[in-house]
């Protein structure tokens, strides 16, 4: 079964420089989360799209922005790189649906900021 | 504003025994509860979810259990294995939306 899938799954940038995250959620899927995680932290929500439109913001810098396109895939996009932006983002995808509420979650992109 | 906490933070087993990890969340008007497995560096697994009008889920020898009114739940993992090292996430789903609160995780070592 496809899963979501997210690209690149590492990247290495240097500070001040940007970033952008890719996120392809799974076929039918119409909601799509980011999640950042730091080293030795739990994910933090970041910001999460319904049916293309932004639908929930958590604590995402105002150095970041996100978009989900007309084919349902999401991107982050990350500006002014600082070293404390090094984390494991994930993005996840799900169904809006009543009674289910599952989120499935992509391997994660790796961003080490130097 | 809710809070997941697990306890303990770390927990290192001998082979085949049974252990049980905690987690307890501050708001009880929850959605749902996940728990997740995550290897180092990796992503996450989701192991088992429980709706809010559940009790308990198996999975194998996974269990989950919750009780929401007293904001907590617990993850049962029958004959422990070396391959069960990992860190275990436990995450609620606060309704409205379906955004996750983590829990810090418990990271989980079972020797040979």
């Known amino acids: 079964a496809a899963g979501v899938i997210q690209s690149p799954r590492h990247l290495i940038k240097e500070k001040r420089e940007t970033a952008t995250l890719k996120c392809y959620p799974i076929?039918?899927?119409?909601?799509v989360y980011w999640y950042q995680q730091g080293p030795g932290q739990d994910p933090q929500f970041l910001i999460s799209?319904?049916?293309?439109?932004?639908?929930d913001k958590g604590s995402i810098p105002d150095r970041f922005s996100a978009q989900q396109f007309s084919d349902y895939h999401s991107e982050l996009n990350m500006s002014s790189l600082e070293l404390g932006d090094s984390a494991l983002y994930f993005c996840?995808?799900?169904?809006?649906?009543?009674?289910?509420?599952?989120?499935?979650f992509g391997a994660g992109s790796r961003l080490t900021v130097l | 504003k809710q809070e997941v906490t697990q306890i303990p933070a770390a927990l290192s087993v001998p082979e085949g025994e049974n252990l049980v990890l905690n987690c307890s969340f501050t708001?009880?008007?929850?959605?749902?509860l996940q728990w997740f497995r995550q290897d180092p560096g990796k992503g996450l697994t989701s192991l088992l979810l429980?709706?809010?009008?559940?009790r308990e889920q198996t999975s194998g020898r996974l269990n989950a259990s919750l009780d929401k009114s007293s904001g907590r739940s617990t993850l049962y993992i029958a004959a422990s294995q070396p391959g069960d090292s990992a860190t275990y996430l436990c995450?609620?789903?606060?309704?409205?939306?379906?955004?996750?609160?983590f829990g810090k995780g418990t990271k989980l070592t079972v020797n040979p």
């Open positions: 996840a995808s799900g169904i809006r649906t009543s009674g289910a509420n599952v989120l499935t």
């Open positions: 076929p039918r899927h119409d909601t």
């Open positions: 799209f319904y049916e293309k439109m932004q639908s």
């Open positions: 708001d009880s008007a929850i959605y749902n």
């Open positions: 429980i709706q809010s009008s559940q």
């Open positions: 995450a609620v789903n606060q309704g409205g939306s379906e955004k996750l609160v």
